[in-house]
């Protein structure tokens, strides 16, 4: 948007992309800032004032480094296996398939069943006796006197790969609807023009949707990498705390198990500052930081 | 339909080799989303020793609506949950889309200093761990005198801060899909800017609006962790579900009657407003 | 649509009147299970009521932490809308610490007049001389067995005096006959296996919470020895309660409230045994879930009355009958006639007579019962998950962080 120089008027205009923002700065500060800075308070709050021990504790915790490398396969391994499925959910369904809309409608639901389901669903799939099991015995896979034990102690590969499944079953419609929401927005008749200057589906998805659909890309995989670093509640659901711990989780652990409200304190400032940092990092990379234009690229 | 009879034979073929792809990706993947779905369900229709029965049948044998009469009778507080929890995610959805979607515009439309920065730290409120903020919060809200009100206006506030940057970030994106030339060729035609921006830009960008409508909603709908803090004698569906059939082992009948009927709200709200996440470009006319 | 919104907005003021009169709010851990908590709302809970016209007794389950933060949320904003807890006792030094439960000690008339609390019990809800906690159910730790592994009992070993050793045995021959790994052991941290293991502790003549001493290392030398039978996914059991009725597991060491619980789902297919013998006697955790008024509490008189409510034998009895359930009230058991109820206390009662040790809170600064469990809990995984053996150096090092919970070290 080109801006003219002069005039009170102009000049007060230009401040409306703040006065548009401030309303959700003034919420933030109210009613979480506040309460913020309490907890992050409390990760510096020693017998004798000021302290850092509590950070020093949390890094000198081998629980930490394991947590870190769990938290980290998950994300990349997750989000990647997520942001495939739900693209290609939102492409399917973007064709206007005959059903598309049910379609669209039953990949909603996982998304929809409260988190009380989502646990009750995997836990219970995934145990001796459990649904997932009892399917593969009526398929004929399994033998009833010997069920598989999936969730076996030690075998964290296979524990991460359970919870991958668990996780993309339930965080696939949540980047599929960011994506499809975006596509929606993406005119027909660039798929088109380029269909009739020959281009195949697949040359007409990475040449023109994908690029058209960066904003779109770049908010479901902030938001989802955001929310595969804060899982935990399936984690302690399935598996119980520690037995695969991720950041979050240990945060949790030391404040409502241990009741080391400043080592969770401190835990959950060094979690906001690697994803903070990593969000900083992609966005940086992806070329959103190339000065502050009023449209992304 | 004349389109394909018109087409030539090898585009036929090519067509129909497409939609049956389209179909076996579509079943694969509706297979991997609903077998989940459809065992958590029949849970609820059987009987505790069916529950626990090895191997699990594939259909109830003693098909029961028992675990659903038990779970709403079981507090007398669900009933009236219910219509609170409604009220906490409309409310909810309200703060999230007028707060959120105006900055989301403002971020997708303007350029000015510090919008990348601001952008960004609208979303610390979800990188950082909320078990940290949770006393705090309530603390600040019981103070205000918003413990545990018959209108949940605190949960609402709550669950606002969470969902208001979610919000603002889809909003962007959508907004910034829009053609701006669209905006400005109406205001040249004599719109004002919020003119156009009622006209225009916001229905293009009711996919986006709804898309976080749904996350909004589904937040609030099934957030446990304040709602059970901040609320006593009028919780919220999700708190009062958890804590009478969720918090014990061996339940899981219960557990997942209690869940079906929670989702079965959720699922209808996210039956209507699908259809305006797949509205289609030109759907619009302008 | 308009016609929905009616119905649903009249059900909505159609509940308003139902917090008209005094509400008295309880709040309790117990009685999580869906039929339990409906048995006492429905069963118990209206005698009170009908002893006290106008009032109404708003009962909800809470988790441990979720009580502890609902307190101290409520005491930082000034505004206590809880009356009565039920806690456990490893919850009772931090609410003594958060100061959010109400000294009791000049109540004690008042709340259980002419009844026998348990001495250790009392004791254990006493912090710097103050009572603040009333002993409700006691707990301990028994044996729950399908009766399809009764088939495979060694020959001339009774249920009533089973040993560990018979316990190994017991194990190997369901293993040998049927592949099957039997045995059920709750993994998920912060849960019971601190109590199980030190259970076996006692029986083998060591103190709880003791990890090193020479007869600890014998018992977690039996661990080491039950540990080839214990089912592959022990380490995601919360609770022992789903994999037994489920049957992908025959036998658990647990808590009697929750064995009672799977065996009185179904008492033709379950059925109970005392804790077994160590090498020195029979051991067991003994805790108990106790009775606490919040400091602050709206309706404190009301609040005072409902413990004495709860402590009543006849009441204690009418639970015990509804619900799996051990009156820490010791007149109670004479109400109780025999059958399923009857064999659950029986059991437990049983598990008394041996070594018993109550859960001893931390006395030092910062001290944390979690922090015990948690040495418990990584030493299971050390020795026995991950096949290191029994190691004395490990032991002692683990034995320094319990000790650091406490002024004096518990187990000296």
């Known amino acids: 948007m080109p801006e003219k120089l002069g005039g009170w008027k102009t000049r007060l205009a230009s401040y409306y992309p703040y006065y548009l923002i401030i309303p959700a700065i003034l919420y933030y500060i109210a009613f979480w800032a506040i309460p913020a800075a309490s907890g992050v308070a409390l990760a510096f709050q020693g017998p004798k004032g000021f302290t850092l021990r509590y950070f020093q504790y949390v890094l000198r915790d081998p629980y930490f480094y394991q947590a870190l490398g769990y938290t980290f396969t998950f994300l ?30 039953v990949a909603l639901i996982p998304m929809v069943l409260p988190e009380i389901s989502y646990g009750a669903i995997w836990a ?3 145990a001796q006796h459990g649904w997932v099991n009892s399917l593969l015995v009526h398929l004929g896979l399994m033998d009833p006197a010997q069920p598989m034990s999936w969730l076996a102690y030690g075998k964290i590969a296979r524990w991460m790969a359970l919870l991958i499944v668990a996780e993309a079953w339930r965080g696939l419609p949540s980047v599929m609807i960011i994506l499809l929401a975006g596509l929606q927005g993406i005119s027909k008749e660039y798929g088109e023009a380029a269909r009739i200057f020959g281009a195949t589906g697949f040359q007409t998805l990475r040449k023109i949707t994908l690029p058209l659909l960066k904003p779109s890309i770049q908010t479901a995989l902030i938001l989802r990498a955001i929310g595969a670093v804060q899982i935990f509640v399936i984690i302690t659901v399935i598996f119980g705390h520690r037995n695969l711990p991720v950041l979050v989780e240990e945060a949790v652990y030391y404040f409502r198990e241990l009741h080391q409200k400043q080592l969770g304190a401190a835990y959950a400032l060094i979690i906001m500052g690697i994803v903070v940092t990593l969000s900083v990092l992609y966005l940086w990379l992806s070329g959103s930081f190339k000065g502050e234009e009023g449209r992304g690229e | 339909m004349s389109e394909l009879r018109l087409a030539p034979p090898v585009a036929d073929w090519r067509r129909f080799t497409g939609l049956t792809l389209t179909y076996l990706a579509v079943a694969g993947l509706a297979l991997f989303i609903l077998v989940p779905v459809y065992f958590l369900f029949i849970l609820a229709f059987m009987s505790r020793a069916e529950v626990y029965s090895w191997p699990l049948p594939l259909f109830p044998k003693h098909f029961t609506l028992d675990n659903f009469h038990f779970f709403l009778t079981i507090n007398p507080k669900i009933i009236p949950s219910i219509w609170r929890s409604i009220e906490v995610a409309i409310t909810t959805i309200l703060i999230a889309l007028s707060i959120g979607g105006l900055a989301g515009y ?46 949940p206006i605190a949960l609402a506030l709550n669950y606002g801060v969470g969902n208001i940057g979610l919000t603002i970030w889809i909003t962007a994106s ?23 921006f009622f006209r225009i830009t916001l229905p293009l960008a009711a996919p986006g609006l709804a898309a976080a409508a749904i996350y909004t909603f589904i937040g609030a709908w099934n957030e446990v962790v304040i709602a059970t803090l901040m609320t ?15 918090a014990a082992a061996g339940s899981l009948h219960l557990q997942s009657a209690g869940g079906a009927f929670m989702a079965f709200p959720a699922l209808v709200f996210t039956f209507i407003i699908k259809r305006y996440i797949i509205q289609m470009w030109g759907g619009v006319r302008i | 649509m308009r016609k929905y919104v009616a119905v649903l907005l009249g059900l909505a003021l159609f509940t308003l009147p139902l917090w008209a009169d005094t509400t008295l709010s309880v709040v309790s851990r117990v009685f999580s299970p869906p039929e339990e908590q409906r048995f006492i709302r429905e069963e118990i809970i209206p005698l009170f009521e009908a002893e006290n016209p106008g009032v109404t007794v708003d009962f909800e389950i809470l988790t441990d932490s979720e009580m502890l933060d609902k307190l101290v949320a409520q005491k930082a ?9 039920i806690t456990y006792v490893s919850n009772f030094e931090r609410l003594v610490e958060a100061g959010v439960v109400a000294d009791l000690t000049a109540e004690l008339d008042v709340v259980a007049p002419d009844r026998t609390l348990s001495a250790g019990f009392l004791a254990q809800g006493q912090f710097d001389g103050k009572q603040y906690f009333i002993p409700f159910a006691g707990d301990d730790y028994c044996l729950i067995i399908n009766r399809a592994a009764l088939d495979y009992l060694p020959a001339g070993v009774s249920l009533q005096e089973i040993t560990y050793e018979d316990l190994v045995a017991w194990l190997a021959n369901i293993h040998e006959a049927t592949g099957m790994k039997a045995f059920a052991l709750p993994g998920v941290r912060m849960g019971l296996l601190t109590y199980i293991v030190g259970s076996t502790i006692l029986a083998y003549g060591g103190c709880f919470p003791d990890v090193n001493s020479e007869a600890a290392q014998a018992a977690w030398e039996v661990w080491t020895r039950i540990y080839p039978y214990v089912n592959d996914n022990w380490v995601t059991y919360k609770m022992v309660n789903d994999a037994m009725l489920r049957e992908e597991t025959w036998i658990a060491i647990t808590h009697v409230a929750r064995a009672g619980m799977v065996y009185l789902s179904d008492p033709s297919k379950f059925t109970l045994a005392p804790v077994p013998f160590g090498a020195v006697d029979r051991g067991s955790v003994a805790g108990n879930n106790s009775l606490a008024l919040a400091e602050g509490a709206p309706n404190r008189e009301l609040g005072l009355k409902f413990i004495e409510f709860m402590t009543r034998p006849e ?46 809170g931390p006395t030092a600064e910062g001290g944390d019962w979690g922090v015990v469990k948690q040495v418990f809990e990584d030493a299971f995984y050390y020795i026995c998950a991950r096949g290191k053996g029994v190691d004395p150096v490990y032991l002692d090092m683990q034995q320094q962080i319990i000790n650091m919970q406490y002024i004096e070290p518990p187990c000296p």
């Open chain 1, 76 to 105: 990349v391994i997750s989000v990647t296996v997520e942001f495939i499925l739900a693209l290609a959910v939102a492409l399917l369904i973007n064709t206007n398939f005959k059903g598309a809309s049910l379609f669209l409608f």
């Open chain 2, 232 to 246: 006593q004698f009028n919780p919220t569906l999700a708190a009062v579900t958890y804590h009478t059939v969720a």
């Open chain 1, 124 to 126: 219970t799939g995934y």
């Open chain 3, 315 to 360: 009441i204690q009895a009418r639970i015990a009958q509804g619900v799996s359930f051990n009156p820490a009230v010791a007149e109670a058991v004479e109400f109780i006639p025999p059958g399923p109820a009857r064999d659950i206390i029986e059991v437990a009662n049983i598990g008394m007579t041996g070594r018993v040790a109550f859960i001893p």
């Open chain 3, 77 to 85: 904003a000034g505004n206590v809308t809880i009356d009565v807890l």
């Open chain 2, 174 to 196: 959508i907004f910034l899909g829009i053609n701006e030339e669209l905006e400005e060729q109406a205001m040249v035609l004599g719109l004002s800017r919020m003119g156009a």
């Open chain 2, 106 to 151: 403002s971020f997708a439309r303007f350029r000015f200093r510090g919008k990348n920065a601001l952008k960004l730290s609208v979303l610390f409120v979800r990188m950082y761990p909320g078990v940290a903020v949770a006393i705090p919060m309530a603390v600040l809200f019981m103070r205000l005198g918003l413990y545990d009100t018959p209108f």
